[in-house]
């Protein structure tokens, strides 16, 4: 059992209170998930010529700045940087493809947990209220943003187990189930070459995914064919640049709940994460149907397929 929150902000009034009105929402699923707990917040944006990383490093004393320093001279280029708890987000005048090989062959030892424009993944083994404490949640500013508590039950309680999960450039999944093909699948994906590191069954999801997505598909299409190749009982969340999208399987056996108002959108797997919303008790409140994906992002509308 996993508990998923998501908040879109339609009012960009709001965007400053983003962390503040989204960490109750994360602390409210503590009962589904105790054992780890993260987030993915859009915001702060770098132009289009740069990249915007997380890095982490398992030494809270870890030297960022001597890192920041290499790639500025190694990669000839502007670098920008700050450090929140164990990671660090770097931002680079350059392609994902040259900062990310730089990261792999100057610090091995530093795992990136995303990439992109816009996207930061943080997340930590411990219980959600002391995960956003760390990581001064309350305090952050954004567009929107997606979290997970995990309840542990297919593979070992790590950093690297906990959700969300990187499945490409500025997109993420953060998955409430159990997938009884993930084993099969895994295999398959790495002969395709995607890399796995962990035993979770989610880490398979987001890799499909990554996959999909590599192979062309939309995001919509990648979804619509999840449905077909993945087994199991799921509901998604899937962060994106500009908004999010929701699905659930064909059964819809794991919960959800959605919630829309003129200032924004709200999903969670259970009602009382979204109480503490503005605006809650007008709200238009609605359960996701079984195999339909929902997307919000800026400069559309809702999209159910």
Not at 105 to 125: T, W
Not at 170 to 177: M, Y
Request: proline share 3%; hydrophobic share 40%.
């Amino acid at each position: 059992m996993c508990g998923i929150v998501g908040l879109y902000l339609k009012n960009k009034a709001l965007e400053s209170q983003l962390g503040a009105l989204f960490e109750p929402m994360l602390i409210a699923m503590t009962d589904r998930g105790p054992d780890s707990a993260g987030f993915a917040i859009y915001g702060d944006e770098v132009a289009d010529d740069s990249i915007k990383l997380t890095l982490r490093h398992a030494d809270e004393n870890y030297d960022w700045a001597a890192l920041a320093e290499k790639a500025q001279t190694e990669l000839n280029t502007g670098v920008e940087w700050f450090k929140n708890s164990k990671v660090a987000v770097f931002k680079i005048q350059t392609s994902a493809a040259i900062a990310e090989a730089f990261v792999a062959e100057a610090a091995p030892d530093v795992l990136i947990l995303s990439a992109g424009q816009s996207i930061e993944i943080l997340k930590e083994v411990g219980l959600p209220e002391n995960i956003a404490e760390t990581f001064s949640l309350k305090g952050m500013k954004g567009s929107h943003i997606i979290g997970h508590t995990r309840m542990a039950t297919e593979s070992a309680v790590t950093m690297e187990g906990s959700h969300p999960f990187s499945t490409g450039m500025d997109l993420c999944l953060v998955h409430n189930g159990s997938l009884s093909n993930h084993n099969r699948l895994r295999e398959e994906l790495k002969r395709e070459g995607i890399v796995f590191e962990t035993e979770n069954d989610s880490e398979v999801a987001a890799g499909y995914l990554t996959w999909r997505l590599q192979q062309g598909d939309s995001l919509n299409e990648a979804l619509t064919n999840s449905l077909k190749d993945l087994d199991g009982f799921f509901t998604f969340t899937v962060g994106t640049r500009d908004g999010f999208a929701v699905m659930r399987d064909p059964i819809a056996c794991k919960p959800a709940v959605m919630a829309e108002t003129d200032d924004y959108v709200a999903m969670a797997s259970e009602y009382q994460a979204l109480t503490t919303l503005p605006g809650i008790e007008n709200a238009r409140i609605w359960e996701p149907e079984p195999a339909t994906i929902y997307v919000w992002e800026r400069n559309s509308q809702e999209g159910a397929k």
